[in-house]
């Protein structure tokens, strides 16, 4: 007998209620199956569900890029108690087939409630370090989540009912990362998210530019602020940047530091802190937050809720406590001095620097010979299709080939995307090969794999193409995710015959006319 569908639990409904604030909280499985780590995690989520103040829990998915208890495991265990469940669904670690395969039994089993995340990069594990999968980006995932959701899977599969939870980052200080943050979550908004949960910080400012972007577009998706409670060990990592995306300002750290010399530890004052920022961001304006933090005791979430309602009407008084340090970086919006917080009235976007003659060179060439309308289009085409059709095949790869990896450092994926990039390539730029936008883990412009020693791909692709005034085109658009079948063979064969991501579009048919320009490729008219 199959198991009855089930209906959307409460936090779905708290989500789409304007006049109910939603609460969640996040839990950390640990390593093996039946630690006393997991009956501590499960007793916290009996607590919560008696409580009934927080409508659901979140499970993380190998959270830090370490194995540990698959979520849909203790989800079902916490689904029983009558809490609802948020699975955090991570690229790093499972192809598309096995997401596709694990989403199946997630619905049978009634975990729908979604939070789509890149995750941290895979680290050491069974002799030695994993191979990182990220075979789909963020944004692949929620276009899949939305076709199963529709009913339009392969083989007449029966249309699920996921709620899609995607993460934004806005503690970011540097235009390229910022811009770059927000365009991606315009591109996971038109692939169908249905919430955002921003990463945790504790820049009033930041929290409330996130808003403004979220209402100054349009987007309609209501946000939970992060809400993450610290001990000393904890905020030490992130204040040196250990953990991707986290970031705790310097007078934050100091002041943390210090109440951790205390008889609690600090305990205390973190607590009161939470209090405060909880009833500052409802104050501002977001539809709930999501809790988080280690060691933490229903008793010390009670303390927080109940503080928090205690100062809500006192919340602007607050916002000293959140300021970021003097060395302020860029934001999006201007600050209004009368609320310490921002009003709608935006920055300058620095000025593009010139494109190099790299650029200049490569624009030049795909425009002649890959853009329809190009001089050489239609005889490169007939040149390469015949060429592909004879014992001068593999000559032809290999010009292709050296070519391309002098200049670009060329990985030999046989769908070539340079021109969406500024011709810089996403498979040899992004540690995690992701072709819709950067994760949320660089720091200061640098790649969360490599920080200090490569720049994040997508900075670098952003100047590039603002200095030609069309990097706000990273806000729209969809590049498929990889074929792995072209693997090693030609990308101008590959582009000219119609199997390329361009022609290729999810849903599509395979074999429709290219486009005038690529999305973003295409230039700006002022």
Same mark, same amino acid.
């Given at each position: 007998?199959?198991?009855?569908?089930?209906?959307?639990?409460?936090?779905?409904?708290t989500?789409?209620?304007?006049?109910?604030?939603?609460?969640?909280?996040?839990?950390?499985?640990?390593?093996?199956?039946?630690?006393?780590?997991?009956?501590?995690?499960?007793?916290?989520?009996?607590?919560?569900?008696?409580?009934?103040?927080?409508?659901?829990?979140?499970?993380?998915?190998?959270?830090?890029?370490?194995?540990?208890?698959?979520?849909?495991?203790?989800?079902?265990?916490?689904?029983?108690?009558?809490?609802?469940?948020?699975?955090?669904?991570?690229?790093?670690?499972?192809? #598309?087939n096995?997401? +596709?395969? $694990? %989403? /199946?039994?997630?619905?049978?089993?009634?975990?729908?409630n @979604? *939070?789509?995340?890149?995750?941290?990069?895979?680290?050491?594990?069974?002799?030695?370090?994993?191979?990182?999968?990220?075979?789909?980006?963020?944004?692949?995932?929620?276009?899949?989540?939305s076709?199963?959701?529709?009913?339009?899977?392969?083989?007449?599969?029966?249309?699920?009912?996921?709620?899609?939870?995607?993460?934004?980052?806005?503690?970011?200080?540097?235009?390229?990362?910022?811009?770059?943050?927000?365009?991606?979550?315009?591109?996971?908004?038109?692939?169908?998210?249905?919430?955002?949960?921003?990463?945790?910080?504790?820049?009033? #400012?930041?929290?409330? +530019?996130? $808003? %403004? /972007?979220?209402?100054?577009?349009?987007?309609?998706?209501? @946000? *939970?602020?992060?809400?993450?409670?610290?001990?000393?060990?904890?905020?030490?990592?992130?204040?040196?940047?250990?953990?991707?995306?986290?970031?705790?300002?310097?007078?934050?750290?100091?002041?943390?530091?210090?109440?951790?010399?205390?008889?609690?530890?600090?305990?205390?004052?973190?607590?009161?802190?939470?209090a405060?920022?909880?009833?500052?961001?409802?104050?501002?304006?977001?539809?709930?937050?999501?809790?988080?933090?280690?060691?933490?005791?229903?008793?010390?979430?009670?303390?927080?809720?109940?503080?928090?309602?205690?100062?809500?009407?006192?919340?602007p008084?607050?916002?000293?406590?959140?300021?970021?340090?003097?060395?302020?970086?860029?934001?999006?919006?201007?600050?209004?001095?009368?609320?310490?917080?921002?009003?709608?009235?935006?920055?300058?976007?620095?000025?593009?620097?010139?494109?190099?003659?790299?650029?200049?060179?490569?624009?030049?060439?795909?425009?002649?010979?890959?853009?329809?309308?190009?001089?050489?289009y239609?005889?490169?085409?007939?040149?390469?299709?015949?060429?592909?059709?004879?014992?001068l095949?593999?000559?032809?790869?290999?010009?292709?080939?050296?070519?391309k990896?002098?200049?670009f450092?060329?990985?030999?994926?046989?769908?070539?995307?340079?021109?969406?990039?500024?011709?810089?390539?996403?498979?040899?730029?992004?540690?995690k090969?992701?072709?819709?936008?950067?994760?949320?883990?660089?720091?200061?412009?640098?790649?969360?794999?490599?920080?200090?020693q490569k720049?994040?791909h997508?900075?670098?692709?952003?100047?590039?193409?603002?200095?030609?005034?069309?990097?706000?085109?990273?806000?729209?658009?969809?590049?498929?995710?990889?074929?792995?079948?072209?693997?090693?063979a030609?990308?101008?064969?590959?582009?000219?015959?119609?199997r390329?991501?361009?022609?290729?579009?999810?849903?599509?048919?395979?074999?429709?006319?290219?486009?005038?320009?690529?999305?973003?490729?295409?230039?700006?008219?002022e």
């Amino acid at each position: 007998m199959l198991p009855q569908p089930i209906s959307p639990g409460r936090f779905q409904a708290t989500l789409n209620d304007p006049a109910d604030f939603t609460l969640s909280f996040e839990l950390v499985p640990g390593r093996g199956g039946r630690s006393t780590v997991h009956t501590r995690t499960l007793d916290l989520a009996q607590d919560m569900a008696a409580d009934g103040r927080i409508c659901a829990v979140s499970i993380t998915d190998n959270a830090g890029g370490h194995a540990t208890l698959a979520p849909d495991v203790i989800g079902q265990e916490i689904l029983a108690m009558g809490l609802d469940v948020i699975s955090h669904f991570s690229c790093k670690d499972k192809n #598309r087939n096995k997401m +596709e395969s $694990l %989403l /199946y039994g997630w619905d049978r089993i009634g975990l729908h409630n @979604l *939070l789509v995340i890149a995750g941290d990069f895979p680290q050491k594990g069974y002799c030695g370090h994993p191979k990182p999968v990220f075979d789909l980006d963020t944004v692949h995932v929620i276009d899949l989540l939305s076709h199963l959701n529709r009913g339009e899977s392969s083989g007449g599969v029966e249309a699920t009912s996921f709620c899609i939870g995607v993460a934004i980052s806005p503690f970011k200080y540097t235009e390229a990362e910022l811009m770059m943050q927000y365009y991606k979550l315009q591109r996971k908004i038109e692939a169908g998210a249905h919430y955002g949960i921003t990463q945790l910080g504790f820049d009033a #400012r930041k929290y409330h +530019e996130a $808003l %403004l /972007y979220v209402e100054e577009h349009d987007l309609g998706i209501p @946000l *939970l602020g992060n809400l993450f409670i610290p001990n000393i060990h904890v905020a030490r990592l992130m204040h040196r940047r250990a953990i991707p995306g986290c970031v705790i300002p310097d007078h934050m750290f100091e002041r943390m530091d210090r109440e951790s010399r205390s008889a609690d530890r600090g305990k205390k004052a973190r607590l009161e802190r939470a209090a405060s920022q909880l009833a500052v961001l409802k104050g501002m304006g977001y539809g709930g937050v999501h809790i988080g933090g280690s060691g933490l005791e229903m008793a010390d979430l009670d303390f927080i809720l109940t503080q928090a309602t205690a100062r809500q009407d006192q919340w602007p008084d607050l916002l000293a406590e959140f300021e970021p340090d003097t060395a302020q970086g860029f934001y999006y919006f201007q600050k209004d001095p009368g609320t310490g917080l921002n009003r709608k009235q935006k920055n300058a976007l620095a000025k593009g620097k010139s494109p190099s003659l790299l650029y200049h060179f490569s624009d030049l060439i795909h425009n002649l010979i890959f853009e329809p309308d190009g001089y050489f289009y239609n005889l490169a085409k007939k040149c390469c299709l015949a060429l592909d059709n004879t014992i001068l095949r593999r000559p032809l790869f290999w010009l292709e080939h050296l070519s391309k990896f002098i200049l670009f450092a060329c990985r030999n994926c046989g769908d070539c995307t340079l021109a969406e990039y500024g011709y810089r390539c996403p498979q040899a730029g992004c540690a995690k090969y992701l072709l819709n936008g950067p994760c949320g883990g660089s720091i200061d412009g640098w790649c969360e794999v490599y920080p200090g020693q490569k720049r994040c791909h997508y900075v670098l692709a952003y100047e590039r193409l603002k200095s030609r005034g069309n990097a706000d085109n990273f806000s729209h658009g969809f590049i498929p995710p990889r074929d792995w079948s072209l693997k090693g063979a030609s990308s101008w064969v590959n582009f000219y015959a119609g199997r390329d991501h361009i022609h290729r579009q999810c849903g599509a048919p395979e074999n429709q006319s290219p486009p005038k320009k690529s999305p973003v490729s295409q230039k700006k008219v002022e």
